[in-house]
């Protein structure tokens, strides 16, 4: 189907930023809409921020103003813009995309998870 490869994790301190990238492979395929959501330890996956294809944006509230998504359709291709950095920003971040693939002329709706990168953010 569509695989999703997350990068650009890592440590960095309270006030900063970091740009999450999110690139989508495999064969005949289209996306709709993408998203990052985020984990943290011991609470459920939360939504971060969606992107259709269109480029309409929405964002949580907890992020809003500090985080910024694009993507890139002719690179399948979503992007994390993470500014002013909080320690409560810390967590797993996952990239999720979903549209259609073919597989000769059938066409199947999917939805892809990526397999997460860690972001971490020191006070």
């Known amino acids: 189907q569509v695989q999703l490869v997350e990068s650009g994790g890592g440590l960095v301190q309270a006030g900063g930023s970091q740009r999450l990238s999110c690139g989508a492979s495999g064969s005949k395929f289209n996306i709709n809409a993408m998203a990052w959501y985020r984990q943290a330890p011991g609470k459920q996956r939360e939504l971060v921020a969606h992107i259709t294809s269109a480029g309409s944006t929405n964002y949580a509230d907890s992020v809003k103003g500090r985080f910024t998504i694009s993507r890139d359709n002719a690179k399948n291709t979503v992007y994390l813009q993470m500014n002013s950095l909080k320690p409560e920003d810390t967590a797993a971040y996952y990239c999720?995309?979903?549209?259609?693939?073919?597989?000769?002329?059938?066409?199947?709706?999917?939805?892809?998870w990526g397999q997460g990168t860690q972001v971490t953010v020191s006070s």
């Open positions: 999720n995309a979903a549209g259609t693939y073919w597989s000769g002329n059938y066409a199947s709706a999917f939805g892809s």
